[in-house]
């Protein structure tokens, strides 16, 4: 049904958006709670700057990216010299994805954070349980549907991503050229059409997959709380 | 066992208590809105306090001068909200748990099953907080408390909305915890049948003031 | 008059000069949305209300005009390009392109910026003539494409690659590149700009800016950017 | 400071984002309420479509957009009979705009919706509030933060929108080029980097300006609760 | 004035509560879990039985075999829930008001001024509800009800967490109400003394049935 090549970019596709939210996860979760819980200076700035990947065209960002990371890069030097390299490697790809959808991934945990009831984790803590236990056993969880959110939004970002990636890390066959890149490909291509809609199906497949995974763990979510009517 | 002096002020309440007292079970009385919960809360360290000092027990839990406060989930206190706060994606067994590190444990102060059985939660178990009547609820915040290894209990209206069998037999065993193991507790309720059964002192609050002091026999 | 002409992105920076020209100002004031050919021609296809279009290759220009959408007498070919090699501006490279040439030694560690070979124009070119030459077998797994010839000369400007394949016309505008090598004619089709009417839309003052963009004024401009002379052929 | 073709470009920009809000934000609403409230059949179908704009690459949604509002497409023929047109018209930019950023209001929109104490909408309906009154008195301000949210990123993502709007109404002076495209044209456009510079620092201000608003929404939110610590 | 015959059964529980009374005000007494709550709330149309029938003063708001089902919004029923449910964003003034078309109207059968007085929340009508105690939030409770126009009152356990002296004032006042407007009432409560003083009739129930009837003066 579909070409190696085809799946090449899809399985591309997958590992990015995967790994893309997997890496953002933590730090997102690390920023939701502090955007939600601490007042610090700066902190206006800092959720400007967020979004600032939304308000730029992708290319733009990606461009940056290989301002910053490229070879010759500010910053992309020095990772040289450390042996890492995000430009033109598969890394990349998911560094750019990762930017990308950051955004959405914070805001949407922030909002969850925000609606925890704090009396809870106060209770919780009078139980003898501390930050960390807290956070994991109370805050996180009752903010899992806003979370789960936030990564159904921020993978279905990753996988779609094409501006700041093919900026970024150019469309390396193997490496780099995602699914999007491909799909983009055809609709250059005089006639290209005909293949489109059998990528597009693809990529409809996943956004299913991804809004019913978020789905089983909302619900998960709801059966918890059996209330009135 | 008890020692409280603390102030704090909002745009709406002020609130400046100083109390002593040598009694291991001590209740807070006062009407509405009178500074009960406060108290209870910054024992707790869930509310801290503009200034002044806690100790219970002869440990310092907070004095503002030696910029002690130490962390609600150090001080080993099993709180009885007035407001419930169960936690509602936790089933009761688990809510009942977390405190003791969500394992039942051998050789707690308080065993689990006695627990259960007496506050009538076996067959609410595997039940999730939002599906429970209001009794219920209150019952498993009371195990909740109960089962967290406290070192003294902190109880905010405790029996509130429960049955009068239930309210009773719950009073009895609460008793039976002061003379066994000896758990001191500071106990707020309107209720004197409860100050009486389970305080030897109190004190008197009234808007954000301690108005006086009787001896639990002398309540009416 | 307003005209609106859909033109490929390459070509802006001359088509902005041309339309600030008087003689083109007294024509028809010059509205041009600019985008890869692809796009542009998919939007003619569908209804776009432009009066002209510039595509970047033939192949776009040949695909509406089988659609019927293009006013075949009005088209001719408004401008050339050469397709070269280039290299970041310091870089200690030689390397002249001919058959069987070790260009993988030229690259060494590093990778070649093409435009995307499969569909954008630049690129194709490109990919036509490193077969020719023979040495795409070397590159094939050492490219690395971009979404426009654009991205690929800056990736050299920036030194992030030895070496891409781009239009003369973008390499004399970049200062941080060097020329080192030009394709050689006939290792890749004429690269060829055409222009045209659309259906319907063939109005005198259309009629009359298409002879303008022919004449020295406008080809003038077109040389300065880089463009080679105007054809008339395809 | 600004050209007036930057200007025109921003105030597109800034016009398409606002609309794009205004208008997508009633029946993201209206979704989100569906979603939350509602099993209906069909209902993970309508949720992976929801998602579709996010995992395709931007450009095909322009060009299905094309296909299908085109003059000569299905939907766009018949529209064109009663006057209406989006194809090439800054409306397309709307509309490019509000598909691309529905899914992001949605999820956030419903997010929210989901975490209201469904016990307090019952409080109202004892009260004497209906459905519509229950929805405004209750439900919509007990979920102000995550709307306020949905609508920060759905603004950012209109605002920054580059690839389904360049490929559905293309880039025409004063009537659909927005910032986005602008700075992209800068930035495949021999020494444009110079004015890249200037208009990011523009979008930077605009990405600043939304967050502040969400800030500002956010903060009312809270100051309703004063909790215990 | 009441009649009610509903069933239902979850998993965890059956209810199967038939009852009909000509007393104006109706107590039901039972112990925690028997299902008083689950009645109250049928009454006021927020949970829906699986079959059944329920009228109120002659008027039909319930009836599966007819299918007639009110909805809440037109029973025009002031109900004071067991968890209190005061609208987190709106402060106590607005709270208040909500019932009532959130705006003070004349000639309304409560008069906002007078119910705010005897609720003693004069001082609390800027507040938000986070910030109340709980006896400040089952107060605002109480006067949400009962300044919604209502035709009958439903209360769950109203008094509780009140001290003393407010307990006492209110049941006095809820009792001129009774004598004034008229207003019926159904009450969930624990305390006899609540029982015997807001109602004439009492339904006994016990694990979602009906155990017993008692007349209120009868009621220990
Ligand atoms: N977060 C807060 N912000 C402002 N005022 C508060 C806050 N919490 C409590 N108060 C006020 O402080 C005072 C004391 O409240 P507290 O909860 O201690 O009363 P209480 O004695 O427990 O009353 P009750 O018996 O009604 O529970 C009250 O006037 C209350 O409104
Ligand atoms: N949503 C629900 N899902 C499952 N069981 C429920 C639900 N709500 C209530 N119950 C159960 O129904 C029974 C009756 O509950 P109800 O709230 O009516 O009791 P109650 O008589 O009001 O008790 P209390 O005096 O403790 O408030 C209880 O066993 C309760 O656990
Ligand atoms: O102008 Mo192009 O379509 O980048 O070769
Ligand atoms: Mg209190
Ligand atoms: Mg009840």
Known sequence: ???????????????????????????????????SRLRFPGKSVLEALLNLPLVLPPVVTGYALLLLLGRNGALGAWLAGL???????????VLAAAVMSFPLLVISIRAGFDGVDRRL????????????????????????????????????????????????????????????????????????????????????????????????????????????? | MI???????????????????????????GPSGSGKTSVLLAVAGLRRPERGRIAVAGQVLFDSAARIQLPASRRGLGVVFQDGRLFPHLRVRDNLLYGNGNAVQAG?????????????????????????????????????????????????EPLVGLHREARSQLLQYLRRLHGEIG??????????????????????LDDGRVAGRVRAEDFA | AELLVFAAASLKPALEEIAALPEARAIAALKTSYAASSALARQIDAGAPADIFISADLEWMDWLQQRGQVQADTRFVLAGNELVL????????????????????????????????????????AKAAFEKLGLWPQLESRYIATENVRAALALAARAEVPLAAVYR????????VRVIDTFPAGSHEAIAYPIAALRGRDSAATKQLLQFLRGPAAQAVLRRWGFSVAGTTP
Chains 1, 4 share one sequence.
């Not at chain 1, 933590?26 to 502090?34: D, K, R, T």
């Not at chain 1, 042996?83 to 790809?93: I, K, L, P, T």
């Not at chain 2, 002096?5 to 807070?28: K, P």
């Open chain 1, 1 to 35: 049904m579909l070409s190696a090549a085809e799946i090449s970019a899809l399985a591309i596709s997958l590992k990015v958006a995967v790994l893309c939210v997997a890496i953002a996860l933590p730090f997102a979760l690390a920023l939701g709670l502090a955007l």
């Open chain 1, 83 to 93: 042996g890492v390299q995000f430009a033109f490697h598969w890394s990349g790809a």
């Open chain 3, 86 to 125: 280039v290299a970041p501006r310091d870089a200690r490279l030689a390397f002249k392109l001919a058959p069987g040439a070790d260009i993988a030694a030229a690259l060494g560690e590093g990778r070649i910026a093409l435009a995307e070979p499969g569909s954008v124009p630049a690129g194709k070119y």
């Open chain 1, 121 to 229: 984790e106060a209770a919780a803590e009078s139980l003898g349980a501390g930050p960390w236990r807290r956070f994991l056993s109370i805050t996180l969880p009752l903010s899992l549907r806003s979370v789960a959110a936030g990564c159904v939004l921020a993978f279905a970002r990753a996988f779609g991503e094409f501006g700041a990636t093919i900026s970024f890390v150019g469309s390396i066959p193997g490496e780099t050229r995602t699914l999007s890149i491909a799909i983009w490909e055809l609709l250059n291509q005089p006639g290209g059409e005909a293949g489109l809609g059998r990528l597009v199906w693809v990529a409809l497949a996943v956004g299913v997959a991804a809004s019913l995974g978020a789905a089983l763990l909302g619900r998960r979510a709801q059966a918890r709380s059996g209330e009135d009517d």
């Open chain 2, 183 to 204: 758990l001191p507790t500071l106990l707020v309720s309107h209720q004197p049948d409860e100050v009486r059964a389970l305080a030897e002192d109190v004190v008197l």
């Open chain 2, 3 to 29: 020692e409280v002096d603390i102030a704090w002020r909002t745009r709406d309440f002020e609130l400046q208590v100083a109390f002593t007292s040598d009694a291991r079970n001590l209740a807070l009385f």
């Open chain 3, 169 to 176: 016309s973008d390499a004399v505008s970049e200062p941080a």
């Open chain 2, 108 to 156: 707690a102060p308080v065993a689990f099953d006695t627990a259960v059985e007496l506050l009538g939660l076996t067959d609410l178990l595997a039940r999730w907080p939002g599906s429970l009547s209001g009794g219920e609820a209150r019952r498993v915040a009371i195990g909740r408390a109960l089962l967290c290894r406290p070192r003294a209990l902190l109880l905010d």
